[in-house]
């Protein structure tokens, strides 16, 4: 509107407004003469004033006065992105915490809404959020992980893992917590702070409030990066809430609540502060206004610890009053730092000895008591109230926590749907479950091949504990219909038969993959099994599946352990279809890889086109997920072939990669001790082995394996031993052949000779030239060179075009060498080293190539390969 | 980085400021101030349901006690904390509310509910939005009546007081009160049903 027309509208309205209905008219139209629309105004704003007289007359305060408080009345139901809010959490430092489900990936989430008014200025709200990413970037089981920093219709939110659990605020105010457990949260805390600050992210608003405490013990810091958005500075001070009021500022370090620079160690001040609260129950510095409180942070000291809790041990009372030191030289100069105090104290509390306890008298030792005593009926009051949720059993778990769970078999899951066809989808979850297990390092789970036998058994549970060598066992059964799958699983002491914990999951099928990993994490939790920040990520990370890939995917899991041809095409035809459904899932493009290697390996070993199939497979699943050990194997195995001339370094790290994700997966040990046996890394080889038969006693590759690494290393008797004992399903041309050579090396040349030509008659077709070799080495070492010499051309013939053919190369050499043939033998020793076997150790120590040592090319050879042997061994410590 | 000074310190020296012209000292004092709203907002209706009745200048007034510096030599005028802070309880609140509309539009039908609060809650939201549009345009063409809005409405300042403020006589600020809510009735209401919960006291 045009501002002068409307000063004249609005004078004449204020006129009219002073008149009666019935003067209206006669003093306006003189004035509207010609003018209808401002008429028409006129009296549009006359009859709206006659609505008016309540209109605006109540200020907006005192109308809605729910809109000035800092949270409004939940948003229940309501959708932002793709979240729907189901409830409130709690009110942290950014207004209310809602619980939400994210209804694309079906988990629950924190959920932050940021006020706009709170991040009006858009540099400043820019930089916060960069700030924030970098935060999120942090993997740390004592920090809640943000998944997203997100923006929808104007609104910004912040959605994080969802924590179930109480704040310490809530804990602190149930009542005072015994010092090592108030030592245990600090440390948790210290150590949440110690890899931000790496990071060079300092949280500025450590508080109860702030850290969660889950009921498994473990301790979330909230908030880092984000505290920032709300607390920079001392204006937090005034940033209070209904009930705790000046909670902020109570925290504040004497840097921070000047105003000054802060750096890490305002942190560290205020673990501190909640130490000392944890402890006391009263926070160190207080008063009646946030001044006041500002004031006794920067100028007075706190009263000793011991005032209010005489039980304190006198080094933590030293530890908390460093951390309180005003100046921030004079405080721990790191969460390291104050890690290893903080542990020192809790070592301390553990033996229960101070030496310089104070308050010697009965008092004095009658508190400490009392507490546990507080804390212990706390304890058996939670135990009482979880026991009555659900199908939560906790009997005994206090006598299992003390006989910690080291070692886990899951035995296959029953298939409850009374249809035998469904076998594959118990198998495939069963295996799923070992396969999140065996990711955790400080468990071991037996293999899901060691624990096949097992299906249907009636076997007493501590016989079967005691055959797999276990400390507990994880029994259930799994039932699907119409689009969800209910699994029941129940952990037992293996040594006992005591029921540890069950629970009863129903989803549906497009969250299996969550599923089986939430029985994994309540497993873990269980057992109270600590995570490595790299493992919670493992256990982190899910999405939704596609039913139909995922099915498809179990299949293809269920036939690819059974090595015969129809299996392997089986799950190769079912793994395609799942990956052809879903192009995106990973795990099933790692498994496709697997499987097509497999064919390669055993069945088609000069299918090129299949190699490349498999190549693709396995580099499509690390494309999508970099984390699957599983296609780390497969790529290792890939590049580990002759075509590529045996990258040994390569195949090493691709299988040290793979265990690192999966240290259960037994095959990665195979892989990864034949490599090893190349280079002559013997011991580390058997290293792996042994882990190897420890996840999985029926893993007869490994069992061989050691037999074979045995007579490399030159311990023929236990060799044989061992490879006697070797179950038939592995190689028995590759067990023979190593048998042949320890019966060699113990003079039990007929034996030898006998074992060679057993097995020649079983498989004629001697594969590059092994055996045919073999021979050529007795003859010559029973003096009949013609024999020998007609031996190794046939085994060259043999191998000709025979990818694996170091192996017979070194056989020749050994042979010219014990025919006093050294331009030959060297030849052939260094065509065995050149195509992948540069065994230094091996060809050092062999009594067959002790002619060679009297020659100078020889040694000069020998000489050059021992140097590059140690490059390997500095690989091998690069662990 | 913010102004490290004490909070008191912070805002009284935004005041002089805003005061002396700078448009952006406002939206720094936001963060500031907000938190006092909220808190004393929280604590008026906990008085409220006891019997106390709810006032804009008293909530206002403390909030002033508690954030200004008042020995600062560059403020010795509290009534322009109150022109701000009429201006900083408009922000709040309509921030307040299009937040909530934020989280609706996601849903689909309004829910039907029993609690009846909720419904006047949201309805009170979607008001107060519109009417901050309304003022909006009010402002394009008389800033002065958009003024006495937000400082009777927002503020809580009687006719005498948003006189004494805007040094004008109060019977101007009659008239134009008068005016400027009758011009807002018309804009709430034209394509509504004539009715409208912020007549309701």
Same mark, same amino acid.
């Given at each position: 509107?045009?501002?002068?027309?409307?000063?004249?509208?609005?004078?004449?309205?204020?006129?009219?407004?002073?008149?009666?209905?019935?003067?209206?008219?006669?003093?306006?139209?003189?004035?509207?003469?010609?003018?209808?629309?401002?008429?028409?105004?006129?009296?549009?704003?006359?009859?709206?004033?006659?609505?008016?007289?309540?209109?605006?007359?109540?200020?907006?305060?005192?109308?809605?006065?729910?809109?000035?408080?800092?949270?409004?009345?939940?948003?229940?139901?309501?959708?932002?992105?793709?979240?729907?809010?189901?409830?409130?959490?709690?009110?942290?430092?950014?207004?209310?915490?809602?619980?939400?489900?994210?209804?694309?990936?079906?988990?629950?989430?924190?959920?932050?809404?940021?006020?706009?008014?709170?991040?009006?200025?858009?540099?400043?709200?820019?930089?916060?959020?960069?700030?924030?990413?970098?935060?999120?970037?942090?993997?740390?089981?004592?920090?809640?992980?943000?998944?997203?920093?997100?923006?929808?219709?104007?609104?910004?939110?912040?959605?994080?893992?969802?924590?179930?659990?109480?704040?310490?605020?809530?804990?602190?105010?149930?009542?005072?917590?015994?010092?090592?457990?108030?030592?245990?949260?600090?440390?948790?805390?210290?150590?949440?702070?110690?890899?931000?600050?790496?990071?060079?992210?300092?949280?500025?608003?450590?508080?109860?409030?702030?850290?969660?405490?889950?009921?498994?013990?473990?301790?979330?810091?909230?908030?880092?990066?984000?505290?920032?958005?709300?607390?920079?500075?001392?204006?937090?001070?005034?940033?209070?809430?209904?009930?705790?009021?000046?909670?902020?500022?109570?925290?504040?370090?004497?840097?921070?609540?000047?105003?000054?620079?802060?750096?890490?160690?305002?942190?560290?001040?205020?673990?501190?502060?909640?130490?000392?609260?944890?402890?006391?129950?009263?926070?160190?510095?207080?008063?009646?206004?946030?001044?006041?409180?500002?004031?006794?942070?920067?100028?007075?000291?706190?009263?000793?610890?011991?005032?209010?809790?005489?039980?304190?041990?006198?080094?933590?009372?030293?530890?908390?009053?460093?951390?309180?030191?005003?100046?921030?030289?004079?405080?721990?100069?790191?969460?390291?730092?104050?890690?290893?105090?903080?542990?020192?104290?809790?070592?301390?509390?553990?033996?229960?000895?101070?030496?310089?306890?104070?308050?010697?008298?009965?008092?004095?030792?009658?508190?400490?008591?009392?507490?546990?005593?507080?804390?212990?009926?706390?304890?058996?009051?939670?135990?009482?109230?979880?026991?009555?949720?659900?199908?939560?059993?906790?009997?005994?778990?206090?006598?299992?926590?003390?006989?910690?769970?080291?070692?886990?078999?899951?035995?296959?899951?029953?298939?409850?749907?009374?249809?035998?066809?469904?076998?594959?989808?118990?198998?495939?979850?069963?295996?799923?479950?070992?396969?999140?297990?065996?990711?955790?390092?400080?468990?071991?789970?037996?293999?899901?091949?060691?624990?096949?036998?097992?299906?249907?058994?009636?076997?007493?549970?501590?016989?079967?504990?005691?055959?797999?060598?276990?400390?507990?066992?994880?029994?259930?059964?799994?039932?699907?219909?119409?689009?969800?799958?209910?699994?029941?699983?129940?952990?037992?002491?293996?040594?006992?038969?005591?029921?540890?914990?069950?629970?009863?999951?129903?989803?549906?099928?497009?969250?299996?993959?969550?599923?089986?990993?939430?029985?994994?994490?309540?497993?873990?939790?269980?057992?109270?099994?600590?995570?490595?920040?790299?493992?919670?990520?493992?256990?982190?990370?899910?999405?939704?599946?596609?039913?139909?890939?995922?099915?498809?995917?179990?299949?293809?899991?269920?036939?690819?352990?059974?090595?015969?041809?129809?299996?392997?095409?089986?799950?190769?035809?079912?793994?395609?279809?799942?990956?052809?459904?879903?192009?995106?899932?990973?795990?099933?493009?790692?498994?496709?890889?697997?499987?097509?290697?497999?064919?390669?390996?055993?069945?088609?070993?000069?299918?090129?086109?299949?190699?490349?199939?498999?190549?693709?497979?396995?580099?499509?699943?690390?494309?999508?997920?970099?984390?699957?050990?599983?296609?780390?194997?497969?790529?290792?195995?890939?590049?580990?072939?002759?075509?590529?001339?045996?990258?040994?370094?390569?195949?090493?790290?691709?299988?040290?990669?793979?265990?690192?994700?999966?240290?259960?997966?037994?095959?990665?040990?195979?892989?990864?001790?034949?490599?090893?046996?190349?280079?002559?890394?013997?011991?580390?080889?058997?290293?792996?082995?042994?882990?190897?038969?420890?996840?999985?006693?029926?893993?007869?590759?490994?069992?061989?394996?050691?037999?074979?690494?045995?007579?490399?290393?030159?311990?023929?008797?236990?060799?044989?031993?061992?490879?006697?004992?070797?179950?038939?399903?592995?190689?028995?041309?590759?067990?023979?052949?190593?048998?042949?050579?320890?019966?060699?090396?113990?003079?039990?040349?007929?034996?030898?000779?006998?074992?060679?030509?057993?097995?020649?008659?079983?498989?004629?077709?001697?594969?590059?030239?092994?055996?045919?070799?073999?021979?050529?080495?007795?003859?010559?070492?029973?003096?009949?060179?013609?024999?020998?010499?007609?031996?190794?051309?046939?085994?060259?013939?043999?191998?000709?075009?025979?990818?694996?053919?170091?192996?017979?190369?070194?056989?020749?050499?050994?042979?010219?060498?014990?025919?006093?043939?050294?331009?030959?033998?060297?030849?052939?020793?260094?065509?065995?080293?050149?195509?992948?076997?540069?065994?230094?150790?091996?060809?050092?120590?062999?009594?067959?190539?002790?002619?060679?040592?009297?020659?100078?090319?020889?040694?000069?050879?020998?000489?050059?390969?021992?140097?590059?042997?140690?490059?390997?061994?500095?690989?091998?410590?690069?662990? | 980085?913010?102004?490290?000074?004490?909070?008191?310190?912070?805002?009284?020296?935004?005041?002089?400021?805003?005061?002396?012209?700078?448009?952006?000292?406002?939206?720094?004092?936001?963060?500031?101030?907000?938190?006092?709203?909220?808190?004393? &907002?929280?604590?008026? %209706? /906990? !008085?409220?349901? $006891?019997? =106390?009745?709810? #006032?804009?200048?008293? *909530?206002?007034?403390?909030?002033?006690?508690?954030?200004?510096?008042?020995?600062?030599?560059?403020?010795?005028?509290?009534?322009?904390?109150?022109?701000? &802070?009429?201006?900083? %309880? /408009? !922000?709040?609140? $309509?921030? =307040?509310?299009? #937040?909530?509309?934020? *989280?609706?539009?996601?849903?689909?039908?309004?829910?039907?509910?029993?609690?009846?609060?909720?419904?006047?809650?949201?309805?009170?939201?979607?008001?107060?939005?519109?009417?901050?549009?309304?003022?909006?345009?009010?402002?394009?063409?008389?800033?002065?009546?958009?003024?006495?809005?937000?400082?009777?409405?927002?503020?809580?300042?009687?006719?005498?007081?948003?006189?004494?403020?805007?040094?004008?006589?109060?019977?101007?600020?009659?008239?134009?009160?008068?005016?400027?809510?009758?011009?807002?009735?018309?804009?709430?209401?034209?394509?509504?049903?004539?009715?409208?919960?912020?007549?309701?006291?």
């Amino acid at each position: 509107m045009d501002p002068r027309r409307w000063q004249q509208t609005k004078e004449l309205f204020q006129a009219a407004i002073l008149l009666t209905p019935g003067e209206r008219a006669s003093f306006l139209d003189p004035f509207c003469k010609g003018d209808a629309e401002l008429r028409r105004e006129i009296d549009r704003l006359v009859e709206a004033h006659e609505k008016t007289v309540h209109f605006l007359e109540a200020p907006a305060f005192e109308t809605a006065p729910e809109l000035l408080l800092e949270d409004s009345a939940a948003p229940i139901d309501q959708h932002l992105a793709h979240y729907r809010i189901e409830s409130v959490l709690g009110r942290g430092g950014m207004g209310v915490v809602y619980l939400a489900q994210d209804e694309r990936l079906g988990r629950k989430v924190g959920l932050k809404l940021l006020p706009p008014a709170l991040v009006a200025d858009e540099a400043q709200l820019q930089r916060l959020e960069r700030e924030a990413r970098a935060a999120s970037a942090l993997n740390h089981p004592n920090i809640v992980t943000v998944h997203e920093i997100g923006e929808s219709d104007g609104t910004r939110y912040i959605a994080t893992e969802f924590v179930d659990g109480t704040t310490l605020r809530e804990r602190i105010a149930q009542g005072l917590i015994p010092p090592n457990e108030a030592v245990e949260i600090a440390l948790q805390i210290a150590s949440a702070l110690a890899l931000a600050h790496e990071a060079g992210i300092v949280h500025r608003d450590i508080k109860p409030e702030n850290i969660m405490l889950r009921r498994d013990g473990l301790v979330k810091v909230l908030d880092f990066g984000i505290a920032k958005l709300t607390a920079s500075g001392p204006e937090s001070a005034l940033r209070t809430r209904v009930g705790a009021v000046m909670g902020t500022v109570a925290y504040m370090s004497p840097e921070q609540a000047r105003g000054l620079e802060v750096d890490s160690r305002t942190d560290l001040w205020s673990v501190g502060v909640i130490l000392y609260e944890m402890i006391t129950g009263r926070p160190p510095f207080a008063g009646p206004t946030p001044t006041d409180v500002i004031i006794s942070i920067a100028e007075h000291a706190p009263a000793p610890l011991g005032e209010n809790a005489p039980a304190t041990p006198a080094q933590l009372e030293r530890l908390v009053k460093k951390a309180l030191a005003k100046k921030p030289e004079d405080r721990p100069q790191s969460a390291q730092d104050l890690i290893v105090e903080l542990k020192a104290v809790r070592r301390l509390l553990e033996t229960g000895s101070d030496p310089e306890r104070r308050g010697e008298g009965a008092a004095g030792r009658g508190s400490p008591s009392s507490a546990r005593r507080l804390h212990l009926a706390v304890a058996i009051v939670a135990v009482v109230l979880i026991a009555g949720v659900g199908s939560w059993f906790w009997l005994g778990l206090g006598a299992t926590r003390d006989s910690q769970i080291k070692s886990l078999a899951v035995l296959p899951l029953e298939n409850l749907s009374g249809d035998a066809g469904q076998d594959y989808f118990a198998d495939g979850i069963t295996e799923s479950l070992i396969t999140d297990l065996s990711k955790v390092g400080a468990l071991r789970v037996i293999s899901r091949v060691a624990v096949t036998p097992y299906k249907g058994t009636r076997k007493p549970l501590p016989e079967i504990g005691r055959e797999l060598e276990v400390d507990a066992v994880l029994t259930g059964s799994v039932a699907r219909s119409e689009g969800r799958a209910r699994i029941s699983v129940q952990l037992m002491n293996a040594a006992t038969a005591q029921n540890l914990w069950g629970e009863t999951y129903e989803r549906d099928l497009r969250d299996l993959l969550t599923l089986h990993r939430e029985v994994a994490r309540d497993i873990v939790d269980t057992i109270s099994i600590r995570l490595t920040p790299q493992e919670e990520v493992r256990f982190g990370k899910v999405g939704p599946v596609n039913p139909e890939a995922y099915d498809q995917y179990l299949r293809g899991q269920f036939y690819l352990h059974h090595q015969d041809r129809a299996g392997n095409e089986a799950a190769i035809t079912a793994l395609e279809r799942s990956v052809g459904s879903d192009p995106t899932f990973a795990a099933a493009q790692a498994s496709l890889a697997q499987a097509y290697v497999w064919k390669l390996f055993l069945f088609a070993p000069r299918d090129q086109q299949l190699a490349e199939k498999a190549f693709v497979a396995s580099e499509k699943a690390l494309a999508l997920d970099p984390n699957l050990a599983e296609a780390h194997l497969a790529r290792g195995r890939l590049l580990w072939t002759p075509a590529n001339r045996f990258p040994h370094e390569k195949a090493i790290l691709e299988y040290r990669r793979s265990l690192a994700l999966n240290p259960g997966l037994d095959e990665a040990r195979n892989q990864l001790a034949l490599v090893y046996n190349h280079i002559g890394a013997f011991d580390e080889a058997l290293g792996e082995l042994k882990k190897a038969v420890a996840t999985n006693p029926n893993n007869a590759v490994a069992q061989f394996r050691i037999g074979q690494t045995l007579v490399l290393q030159g311990e023929y008797e236990e060799a044989l031993r061992m490879l006697r004992r070797v179950p038939k399903e592995a190689n028995p041309a590759l067990v023979g052949h190593q048998m042949a050579f320890a019966l060699f090396h113990l003079g039990r040349k007929e034996e030898a000779s006998a074992t060679l030509e057993q097995f020649l008659k079983d498989y004629p077709e001697d594969n590059g030239g092994l055996f045919t070799s073999m021979q050529a080495i007795l003859a010559a070492s029973v003096g009949q060179a013609q024999i020998a010499e007609e031996k190794i051309q046939s085994a060259i013939k043999l191998g000709r075009g025979f990818g694996h053919f170091h192996h017979t190369a070194y056989h020749i050499a050994c042979a010219y060498s014990l025919m006093r043939k050294p331009d030959a033998a060297l030849k052939w020793l260094v065509a065995a080293a050149d195509d992948g076997f540069p065994c230094y150790p091996l060809f050092e120590r062999d009594p067959n190539l002790q002619n060679l040592r009297e020659d100078a090319r020889s040694v000069a050879f020998l000489e050059k390969l021992r140097k590059e042997g140690e490059s390997y061994r500095s690989l091998l410590k690069a662990d | 980085m913010p102004d490290p000074s004490p909070v008191p310190m912070q805002v009284t020296q935004l005041l002089a400021d805003w005061s002396s012209g700078q448009r952006d000292a406002l939206e720094k004092l936001v963060p500031l101030v907000q938190p006092e709203l909220h808190r004393l &907002a929280s604590h008026y %209706m /906990r !008085r409220e349901r $006891v019997g =106390h009745t709810l #006032q804009t200048t008293a *909530l206002i007034n403390e909030a002033y006690l508690r954030l200004v510096d008042v020995t600062h030599p560059s403020w010795h005028d509290r009534k322009h904390f109150f022109a701000v &802070a009429a201006q900083l %309880m /408009r !922000r709040i609140m $309509v921030d =307040h509310a299009r #937040q909530r509309q934020t *989280l609706k539009r996601g849903r689909a039908p309004l829910r039907v509910t029993l609690d009846e609060t909720a419904l006047v809650t949201e309805s009170r939201g979607e008001e107060l939005l519109a009417l901050d549009e309304a003022l909006e345009k009010l402002a394009a063409f008389d800033p002065r009546m958009s003024e006495i809005v937000e400082l009777r409405y927002f503020g809580g300042l009687t006719i005498d007081e948003t006189a004494e403020l805007l040094k004008v006589h109060p019977n101007t600020v009659k008239g134009d009160w008068s005016a400027a809510k009758a011009w807002l009735y018309a804009a709430l209401t034209e394509e509504g049903d004539g009715s409208s919960t912020l007549a309701t006291n």
